[in-house]
């Protein structure tokens, strides 16, 4: 049984030459029905959406940061690292868009996009990271003084 799933495509199919359809389902005995490249395209939305927030979260802090003026004592290395999450995080968007378009079921494919994902898989993690160090160095928006009456 081994020997079997080494020779297992991406598809589910056994050394076929054929490929799958975008649109066609891989049938097997006894399991639900899965489109391979329906799941990959709404994992990589969902990856999208969560990019988009985080963007705008970015967005939000930068703003923030900006508008505590250079008095702030973590300035420059907040205003630094959150530009590079909103570089990394845009760079992250265009790979998932490169990977929602090639074809899974492609084999001559499959090895560009692992790459693909990798790659995306690790700018995720340094943008976590660097994410950790933004709140690390806290982003808070400026007080107002207390008015005397």
């Known amino acids: 049984m081994a020997a079997l799933s080494d020779n297992m495509e ?3 199919r056994l050394e076929d030459s054929e490929h799958l359809r975008d649109d066609e389902i891989v049938r097997r005995p006894g399991r639900r ?7 990959a395209n709404k994992k990589s939305a969902a990856e999208s959406m969560l ?7 970015n967005a939000s802090q930068l703003k923030a940061v900006i508008e505590q003026g250079p008095t702030f004592s973590f300035y420059v290395p907040l205003i630094a690292l959150i530009t590079v999450s909103l570089v990394l995080q845009i760079v992250v968007g265009v ?3 490169f990977i929602v378009k090639y074809d899974l079921n492609n084999p001559a494919k499959h090895a560009k996009l692992d790459n693909l994902n990798n790659a995306t898989t690790a700018l995720v993690f340094i943008i976590v990271v660097v994410n950790i ?3 690390a160095f ?3 928006k400026p007080m107002e003084a207390p008015t005397k009456v």
């Open 10 to 12: 991406m598809n589910g």
């Open 51 to 57: 990019d988009i927030a985080l963007l705008m979260a």
């Open 138 to 140: 806290g982003v808070q």
């Open 33 to 39: 029905h899965l489109n391979i490249n329906h799941y």
């Open 133 to 135: 160090f933004i709140t």
């Open 95 to 97: 790979l998932l868009i």
